[in-house]
């Protein structure tokens, strides 16, 4: 195997606050000064956009890619990077999205909206929320949810079809780094390990903890993969976790 470093031009730093892969199969790497580059024909090239928020994460769906300036969110066609539509931001939004069925969801003001795929934005429904909550949206293939990360009433909210219910709540002292579906679970990671629900808000399982955790990954194989914050990567192996 052949491993290929990559760095651009105009790069004016390396520390990275994200990454992800587009529709196109090309990976994208943020740093946390807020610049975007991707990888194409093994170059990596800088994302030329409007301005720039730092740790805001670059989204993209299908055919667009949304990215946060300072007033406003804008989206661009996703192949050529060229600049569609803006949309205005009254105010900073928190650093928070998820795309449901095709559609990019995210929160200003205590309201969730939404931008369809033909770029319309429109009011989903206002959040019981205070200013201060850190929120997180999230979805399955069939649910949204979002959680609060700070708030002293923290847990699982599902949104459906125009209402909200609170379906979990975490235990004590629980500080949440990262919320995400996957295969049909829902998966918290706090700073003592990893709060794992059925998409009833029913808990399952908590694996490690005694780790500070940020992330998961289950491959296709079922192994689960857990990121911490400073004791490296956490393995469980092939697991079945019964709903």
Same mark, same amino acid.
């Given at each position: 195997?052949?491993?290929?470093?990559?760095?651009?031009?105009?790069? +004016? +730093?390396?520390?990275?606050?994200?990454?992800?892969?587009?529709?196109?199969?090309?990976?994208?790497?943020?740093?946390?000064?807020?610049?975007?580059?991707?990888?194409?024909?093994?170059?990596?090239?800088?994302?030329?956009?409007?301005?720039?928020?730092?740790?805001?994460?670059?989204?993209?769906?299908?055919?667009?890619?949304?990215?946060?300036?300072?007033?406003?969110?804008?989206?661009?066609?996703?192949?050529?990077?060229?600049?569609?539509?803006?949309?205005?931001?009254?105010?900073?939004?928190?650093?928070?999205?998820?795309?449901?069925?095709?559609?990019?969801?995210?929160?200003?003001?205590?309201?969730?909206?939404?931008?369809?795929?033909?770029?319309?934005?429109?009011?989903?429904?206002?959040?019981?929320?205070?200013?201060?909550?850190?929120?997180?949206?999230?979805?399955?293939?069939?649910?949204?949810?979002?959680?609060?990360?700070?708030?002293?009433?923290?847990?699982?909210?599902? $949104?459906?079809?125009?209402?909200?219910?609170?379906? +979990?709540?975490?235990?004590?002292?629980?500080?949440?780094?990262?919320?995400?579906?996957?295969?049909?679970?829902?998966?918290?990671?706090?700073?003592?390990?990893?709060?794992?629900?059925?998409?009833?808000?029913?808990?399952? +399982?908590?694996?490690?903890?005694?780790?500070?955790?940020?992330?998961?990954?289950?491959?296709?194989?079922?192994?689960?993969?857990?990121?911490?914050?400073?004791?490296?990567?956490?393995?469980?192996?092939? $697991?079945?976790?019964?709903?």
């Amino acid at each position: 195997k052949t491993y290929l470093p990559f760095k651009a031009e105009k790069q +004016a +730093a390396y520390s990275g606050s994200g990454i992800m892969e587009d529709a196109l199969g090309r990976i994208w790497y943020q740093t946390f000064d807020g610049d975007s580059y991707y990888v194409e024909n093994n170059q990596l090239k800088w994302f030329v956009k409007r301005d720039k928020v730092s740790y805001f994460p670059t989204c993209n769906t299908q055919k667009h890619l949304f990215d946060k300036s300072t007033n406003h969110l804008d989206v661009y066609d996703l192949k050529s990077t060229k600049l569609l539509k803006s949309f205005k931001s009254k105010s900073e939004m928190t650093c928070t999205w998820a795309v449901f069925k095709g559609d990019y969801y995210f929160i200003e003001n205590e309201t969730l909206y939404r931008i369809t795929t033909d770029l319309n934005r429109q009011k989903v429904i206002n959040l019981p929320i205070n200013p201060s909550d850190f929120l997180m949206l999230f979805a399955s293939d069939d649910n949204l949810f979002f959680v609060k990360k700070t708030s002293s009433d923290n847990g699982i909210w599902e $949104v459906n079809n125009g209402s909200i219910r609170k379906i +979990a709540t975490f235990p004590p002292n629980q500080l949440v780094q990262s919320a995400k579906c996957s295969k049909g679970l829902i998966f918290i990671q706090t700073t003592q390990g990893s709060l794992v629900y059925n998409s009833s808000g029913k808990q399952i +399982a908590h694996f490690f903890s005694n780790l500070n955790l940020s992330d998961v990954l289950i491959d296709r194989k079922n192994n689960y993969w857990f990121t911490s914050t400073n004791e490296g990567i956490a393995l469980v192996p092939r $697991v079945d976790v019964k709903q």
